[in-house]
C-alpha cells in the first residue's frame, strides 16, 4: 500500500478550525440530499451516483486526472491509471445501479422482516497515493449511494492529484442540482493532525492505504472500516495453462508499475514445472536476476528499512539502472528473483509495490501451499492469494486451508481481486481482510458498509421446537 506520509505540526485547535467546518457543510448538504431522495426516491440517488462516476469516466477527465496523477506522486503510469479510472468506476456503477439502497430494501414475510435502508451520516475517508483519483471517486460513489456525505483525507503528497478529482465531482453535483458540498477535501497542507480530528468528527471512518492510518482510524472512537495490506503469493500448478499463466501474471504484474496492493507479489511453481514455467514467464518479458543481482535488488529496493523510490511504482528501466542488471534485461517488463525463505531475513517475501517479482520452487502442491501460508504469515494475512490450474480441487483445497478473503483462479489478480466482469466480487479498490489482519470486514468495501438498516418485526406463528427435538440427539448419547 502507500508509504505513510509525514507532515508538518499544527495545534490541535487549526485542525479543529479547518475540519468542523467541512464536516457542518457536509450535514447541510446531507439534509438537502435527503430531500431530493424523499421527493425523487431511489431515481435520485442513482443520478447522484452516475454524476460521480461520470466526472471520473468521461474520457477527457479520465486521462487528465491519470496524468495529473503521475505527475505529483511520482509513481505509476499513465494509461495504466486510465485504465483504473474507467474500468472500476464502470463496474462499480453497474454493481450500484442494480441495488436499492433507500427506502425498503428486503422484505421476508416467513419471518415477519421488513428492512430499511438509512445513511450512515458524514464519511470520512482516507485515500492512498498510490489511486489518488479513483480511490476517492469509488468511496464517494458508494456513500453517495447510501445518502451520505463524504469528505476525503489524501496523503498530503496526493492532495494536488485527489483536488481535481474532487472538484470534478463537485462540478459534476451541481450540473445535476445537488449540492456540491456531498463530496469535500480536506484543505492543503493535509496534516496528521486534522485527518485524525476528521476520522473523530464524522460519523463513519473508510481508510485504504497507509496501515498507521488504518490503526488510527480504530481508535478514533468512531466506526471504522479499515483495509489491509496486499502481498499476494499465486501458485502456478502442475496442471496450469503455463503460457496463459504466464500472460495473466504479466499484465497483472505490470499494470500500473506494480502499485496495487493486489498485485502478485510471489509466484510459487511446482517443481515439475517451474522450468517450462520460468520460460514461459520470460516469453512475456520476465527477466530472471543472476544470484549477484538479486543481491543488489535486496540491497537496493529498501533503504533504511523503507521502499527505495527511485523503483517503487517504477518502469522496468528504473529497475535495470538501479539494480545495474544485465543488458539482457534491458527491454523487460518485469525482473524476477528466486528466493527460498520467508520473513524478515528474507524482505522478497514481502511486499515490494514494484516491478519485481519473488519466485519459489516447491516440491510439490502441499510444499506450495506451505510457501503460501508463510509469505501471508509474514506479511498480507488475509488479503487474498491466487492459483493457476486445472484442477479445481486444488484450488478448493487452497481456499479451504489458507486464512485470506479471496482465492483467484486462473485470474490476473490485479484485475480480479477487486472485482471483475468475469467473476462475482463487486467492484472496489478497499479490499478488507478480516481479523487475520486486524480488519473489521472480510469483504470487498461495497455500498452495503454505508448504510444503517432499520428492522420492522411483526409476529410470526410459533417457532418453538420441543426439547427432545434439540436435545434428543445429545441425551441419546451422553445422557442427561
Keep these: 500500500m502507500a508509504e505513510v506520509q509525514t507532515a508538518a505540526k499544527i495545534k490541535p485547535a487549526a485542525a479543529d478550525d479547518a475540519v468542523a467546518p467541512l464536516i457542518a457543510k ?56 486510465i485504465i483504473k479510472n474507467t474500468r472500476k468506476t464502470f463496474g462499480t456503477l453497474r454493481d ?24 450512515v451520516g458524514v464519511v470520512g475517508a482516507v485515500t492512498p497515493s498510490t489511486n489518488p483519483s479513483a480511490t476517492p471517486v469509488n468511496k464517494a460513489m458508494m456513500a ?67 496501515q498507521v492510518n488504518v490503526k488510527q482510524a480504530y481508535k478514533s472512537g468512531k466506526p471504522a472500516l479499515g483495509v489491509g495490506l496486499g502481498n499476494a503469493p ?21 499494470f500500473d508499475h506494480a502499485t496495487s496492493c493486489s498485485s502478485e507479489n510471489a509466484v510459487v511453481i511446482l517443481d515439475d514445472v517451474y522450468d517450462k514455467a520460468i520460460a514461459a514467464l520470460e516469453r512475456v518479458g520476465g527477466y530472471m536476476a543472476a544470484p549477484a543481482e538479486k543481491t543488489r535488488i535486496v540491497e537496493r ?22 539494480f545495474e542488471l544485465s543488458p539482457k534485461a534491458k527491454s523487460c517488463k518485469f525482473v524476477m528473483a528466486a528466493e527460498t525463505g520467508t520473513g524478515k531475513a528474507y524482505p522478497l517475501s514481502g511486499e515490494k509495490l514494484s516491478l519485481v517479482l519473488t519466485v519459489y520452487r516447491a516440491r510439490d502442491f502441499q510444499d506450495a501451499k506451505r510457501i503460501v ?91 418453538k421446537p420441543s426439547e427432545e427435538a434439540l436435545f434428543g440427539a445429545y441425551w441419546a448419547k451422553y445422557g442427561k
Excluded at 159 to 177: C, F, H, N, Q, Y
Aim: with cysteine; charged share 25%; aromatic share 4%.
Design 26 to 81: 457536509a450535514r447541510k448538504a446531507m439534509a438537502e440530499y435527503a430531500r431530493e431522495i424523499e421527493a425523487k426516491g431511489q431515481a435520485r440517488i442513482d443520478e447522484a451516483v452516475t454524476a460521480l462516476a461520470w466526472s471520473i469516466y468521461k474520457p477527457e477527465n479520465a486521462r487528465r486526472l491519470a496524468e495529473i496523477a503521475v505527475e505529483v506522486t511520482g509513481i505509476g503510469e499513465v494509461e495504466s491509471k
Design 96 to 119: 450500484l445501479l442494480r441495488a436499492k439502497s433507500t427506502g425498503i430494501i428486503e422484505e421476508i414475510p416467513e419471518k415477519g422482516l421488513v428492512k430499511w435502508a438509512k445513511p
Design 144 to 210: 453517495l449511494k447510501g445518502g451520505n456525505a463524504i469528505v476525503i483525507a489524501p496523503p498530503p503528497t496526493a492532495w494536488a492529484a485527489s483536488k481535481p478529482t474532487v472538484d470534478a465531482m463537485r462540478a459534476e453535483l451541481a450540473k445535476i442540482g445537488l449540492p456540491e458540498d456531498l463530496v469535500q477535501i480536506l484543505p492543503s497542507p493535509v496534516t496528521r493532525e486534522a485527518t485524525t480530528r476528521l476520522m473523530e468528527l464524522c460519523d463513519l471512518v473508510v481508510v485504504t492505504g497507509s
Design 234 to 254: 499465486v501458485i502456478i500448478d502442475s496442471s496450469a495453462d503455463l503460457d496463459k499463466a504466464a500472460h495473466l501474471i504479466m499484465l497483472s504484474k505490470t
Design 301 to 322: 529496493l529498501w533503504l533504511d528499512g523503507k521502499l527505495n523510490r527511485a523503483v517503487i511504482a517504477q518502469g522496468p528501466q528504473a529497475l535495470v539502472d538501479v
Design 373 to 463: 501460508r508463510d509469505i501471508l504469515d509474514y506479511q498480507g494475512k488475509g488479503h487474498s492469494c491466487g492459483i493457476h490450474t486445472k484442477d479445481l480441487e486444488h484450488a478448493r483445497e487452497l481456499a479451504r486451508d489458507t486464512d485470506v478473503v479471496r482465492v483467484l483462479v486462473n485470474q490476473a489478480h490485479t484485475f480480479g481481486n477487486g472485482g471483475g466482469f468475469d467473476n462475482g466480487l463487486p467492484f472496489t479498490l478497499s479490499m478488507g481482510c478480516g481479523t487475520w489482519q486486524a480488519n473489521s470486514i472480510s469483504e470487498n468495501l461495497n455500498w452495503r458498509c454505508f448504510v444503517n438498516i432499520t428492522h420492522l418485526v411483526t409476529t410470526i406463528p410459533e417457532d
